[in-house]
């Protein structure tokens, strides 16, 4: 037994109900047992969900990416300019380590990705006196949240181990997906399960078909004596007809069929019932749910290419649309939760983009000149941007001189802290001067 079935013998996995009428109740999540049926028949559950490999690989995408980024804690200056809070407590809890046991792409790919399967990502904030020192993610599913007898939010947190226990606001670090505005965001999950349902089933069925060596279902109908077999004869001819050429291993095997017996196929091909069609379509309608484009995953949509300028839109429009929602909510959330009221002025958190948005080194190393060439960030800045040391003198803004007023024209300086001089006038500085 492994310590992870020791510490949670349900598995992280357990099914999920928002209920969105009765006022009081604003959230409810169950550990385990059932979950809501499709209308394919599938029960469809985070474990279930999981094995199909376009759900797998939005989650998987979302919660990497967002682990991935880093998070860094600013100090913001009156006119709105930021510089790394280094020395603060919080920045090593938010940038390297929330906890004992996760690091910080651990941690937030796990935000990130109970955002995306339940709509909520649950963080119990431990303290050392005034001082926090932790954050631990809790399991989603074990989490109800209802109205207090004053309106405040109460979130219980049932361990089958540890048992019941309630925490108020103040200890929770929560962060929610889309909803409308109640205490907990909406589980794309629960909301999408007929999508994920129908491509469950359509994979089952495929499996099916190859499990049956793509050979077309029927029935075996006895010809000889009055038509009936008994229960010993129909055993036999099971044995004899059906097990020896059942499974992919005996494809294209070649079969005996007795004088007495007569094939009656009974059902379409994988072509007639567009199966292939319908997974394609399946991969997309997940995708929709997560706001993910499919070529993100690996999957081309019919007349769309893997390659090209095409794709670098594409990306950007993941990043804009897709993206950002989950950055800028788990951002809100750290200024509400941990920065608190009395800092979010001077203290933000913010996720550092600008890892997704680089392109070639063509095209990085054009705009850093472009960058340097328009005053907007130093040699240093851009420097420190590709992890080189800072060289002397590369700590000065500097600008293209093509373009001057009018008036300055005609006009050239002799040095820095000199004033402008009639061009054409003597400006070689004196080697006896010792001010040079």
Not at 214 to 236: C, D, I, P
Request: glycine share 12%.
């Amino acid at each position: 037994m492994t310590i992870l079935s020791l510490l949670n013998p349900l598995g992280w996995f357990g099914s999920y109900r928002a209920k969105l009428s009765g006022g009081q109740v604003a959230g409810q999540q169950s550990s385990g047992g059932g979950a809501d049926d499709s209308y394919s028949g599938k029960a469809v559950t985070a474990e279930t969900a999981l094995t199909h490999s376009t759900y797998w690989a939005c989650v998987k995408l979302l919660g990497q990416t967002i682990g991935t980024l880093p998070l860094n804690l600013y100090l913001q200056a009156t006119d709105g300019s930021l510089t790394p809070a280094v020395d603060h407590p919080l920045y090593d809890l938010l940038h390297y380590q929330p906890n004992a046991n996760l690091t910080a792409v651990e941690f937030w790919e796990g935000v990130g990705s109970c955002i995306a399967v339940w709509g909520n990502a649950y963080v119990l904030k431990q303290y050392i006196g005034p001082r926090l020192v932790a954050l631990d993610l809790l399991r989603p599913f074990w989490m109800s949240v209802f109205r207090g007898q004053y309106g405040q939010p109460v979130y219980r947190y049932t361990d089958p181990l540890l048992g019941q226990r309630d925490y108020t606001a103040a200890e929770m670090f929560h962060v929610k997906g889309f909803g409308f505005g109640d205490f907990v965001g909406l589980s794309a999950l629960q909301f999408n399960r007929q999508s994920i349902g129908t491509a469950l089933a359509v994979d089952e069925a495929a499996g099916s078909v190859f499990r049956n060596s793509m050979r077309m279902s029927g029935w075996f109908r006895f010809k000889g004596g009055n038509g009936v077999l008994t229960k010993e004869q129909t055993h036999a001819a099971k044995q004899r007809l059906i097990d020896p050429y059942s499974g992919s291993g005996n494809a294209g095997v070649p079969g005996i069929l007795p004088g007495d017996f007569e094939w009656i196929p009974t059902s379409m091909n994988p072509v007639d019932a567009q199966m292939l069609d319908n997974r394609r379509l399946n991969v997309e309608e997940i995708c929709r749910g997560f706001g993910v484009p499919p070529m993100m995953i690996g999957h081309a949509a019919a007349g769309q290419t893997m390659w090209g300028t095409g794709v670098e839109q594409i990306m950007l429009g993941f990043l804009t649309t897709g993206l950002r929602p989950y950055l800028h909510r788990i951002e809100a959330a750290i200024a509400r939760d941990i920065i608190g009221r009395a800092d979010r002025r001077v203290l933000v958190a913010k996720f550092d983009v600008d890892e997704l948005l680089r392109g070639d080194s063509k095209g990085m190393a054009e705009t850093a000149s472009q960058l340097a060439n328009a005053g907007v960030k130093t040699r240093n800045e851009i420097r420190r941007s590709y992890s080189l040391p800072p060289k002397p003198g590369g700590d000065t803004l500097t600008v293209q001189s093509a373009l001057l007023p009018i008036e300055m024209l005609g006009l050239v300086a002799k040095l820095p802290k000199d004033k402008p001089v009639e061009a054409g006038a003597d400006t070689m500085p004196n080697p006896e001067d010792k001010g040079l």
